[in-house]
């Protein structure tokens, strides 16, 4: 099966600029095209599982973080479409006020996992086996990435998010923007 990258329907960000969004896309695009060549590769390679044992092994780690990337990127664009909307009351909201008290600890918590050095994402994650909410930082697109839970919200904080904007160290200006253009609807139908 092939996967195919899909298309965004995203208004202007404020505080992001077209030339971030569409290199971002582009970066997200490329995600897609290396899964399905990997994909490819470990198809072609098992003609002769023996023989290509280690080539298969290193193709199979890779694709972890071509595929982490792919579906990462996804929760991440589809969150603007639509444009900005503010948290609706419901499952998620009721779950931050009750595990942090109110919106804005949840909020700082975030952001401080946000500001990590590094590359990587911040996550926010329902368990739908504890009926709670988890988040963490991911390094680059995979290492860390929680298992058995579902992605609420995804934040990419690698360099190519911002950049083209902001300074590294101005990088909480680009964790301001992303939050003023979220659409929460988006998000909040993602915790059923």
Known sequence: MKYEAKVFNIPEVEGI??????????????YVKHVNLIEEKIKELSQDVEKNT??????????????CGMRNHEYFFAQFEGGAKALPDGRLKDLIETQWGNFDNWHKAFVQIAKARGIGWAILYFDTQTNQLVQTWVDEQHLGQLVDVDIVLA???WEHSYLMDY???????????????????VVSARVN
């Open 17 to 30: 600029s077209k030339a971030t969004m569409v290199n971002h896309l582009g970066l997200y695009q490329g």
């Open 54 to 67: 280690y080539s298969i092994g290193e193709l199979q780690r890779r694709l972890g973080f071509e595929f």
């Open 155 to 157: 934040l990419d904080m």
């Open 167 to 185: 300074a590294s160290a101005d990088k909480g200006k680009y964790i301001e923007a992303f939050f003023k253009s979220l659409n929460w609807e």
